[in-house]
């Protein structure tokens, strides 16, 4: 079993920055694919980044491109989501997961991913 607890989400307004963390404890290593989704209120969920086993490569959706940057510690098996330039359309519950089995690159199907936390809400003001 593999817990994550997501922290860091609040309310900004537009422009502003958020970082976003999530923990890991249980049965797992720091040697898995891991991911950001968030899911607005009447919408599914979307992937948002994405961060290989060792770090090397990283995806992101289109729309948070050159705004978000994805970022692993191995030592503390921890991953973040430093928010940029957010919008009000960045609102949303984000969502860390982890990914036991992709062996190479990053996936961005949420059906790919195992395990996920509770979610973290981001609420961008105009």
């Known amino acids: 079993q593999v817990q994550l607890v997501e922290s860091g989400g609040g309310l900004v307004q537009a422009g502003g920055s958020l970082r976003l963390s999530c923990a890991t404890s249980?049965?797992?290593?720091?040697?898995?694919?891991r991911a950001w989704f968030r899911q607005a209120p009447g919408k599914e969920r979307e992937f948002v980044a994405g961060?290989?086993?060792?770090?090397?490569?990283?995806n992101y959706a289109d729309s948070v491109r050159d705004r978000f940057t994805i970022s692993r510690d191995n030592a503390k098996i921890t991953v973040y989501l430093q928010m940029n330039s957010l919008k009000p359309e960045d609102t949303a519950v984000y969502f860390c997961?982890?990914?036991?089995?992709?062996?190479?690159?990053?996936?961005?199907?949420?059906?790919?991913?195992?395990?996920w936390g509770q979610g973290t809400q981001v609420t961008v003001s105009s």
């Open positions: 961060i290989s086993r060792s770090g090397g490569k990283t």
């Open positions: 249980g049965r797992t290593s720091s040697s898995h694919t």
């Open positions: 997961a982890v990914d036991l089995h992709t062996i190479t690159g990053v996936p961005t199907n949420a059906g790919e991913y195992d395990y």
